[in-house]
């Protein structure tokens, strides 16, 4: 299973940023995807997750209402909308896949390569 972010990037204080996650090689029906990110020095963490069929998301608590996931099965991709963002979303942001959503990285078998996300003036 191949997965590929992109979206990130550098915006101020305040500002929104779409991620993306595309499915290479596989179809992304059977997968739970959910998206994590890891600040310098710090451990990874679960920012959010999507149910394989949509019908349950989860997010983070420094995240919610600031944050959307939404994923297009026809187009294998998955989506995060970030808005309102603050200097303490600044990481590495990664999708991963497995068969349900989980707040543990660990359980996650198929990982992208991460996308960064800088929240700076």
């Known amino acids: 299973l191949q997965l590929v972010e992109s979206g990130g990037g550098l915006v101020q204080p305040g500002g929104s940023l779409r991620l993306s996650c595309a499915a290479s090689?596989?179809?992304?029906?059977?997968?739970?995807i959910g998206w994590f990110r890891q600040a310098p020095g710090k451990e990874r963490e679960g920012v959010s997750c999507?149910?394989?069929?949509?019908?349950?998301?989860k997010y983070a608590d420094s995240v919610k209402g600031r944050f959307t996931i939404s994923r297009d099965n026809a187009k294998k991709t998955v989506y995060l909308q970030m808005n309102s963002l603050e200097p303490e979303d600044t990481a590495v942001y990664y999708c991963?896949?497995?068969?349900?959503?989980?707040?543990?990285?660990?359980?996650?078998?198929?990982w992208g390569q991460g996308t960064q996300v800088t929240v700076s003036s």
């Open positions: 991963a896949a497995e068969l349900a959503c989980s707040d543990s990285p660990v359980v996650f078998s198929s």
């Open positions: 999507i149910s394989r069929s949509s019908s349950n998301t």
């Open positions: 090689g596989f179809t992304l029906e059977p997968y739970a």
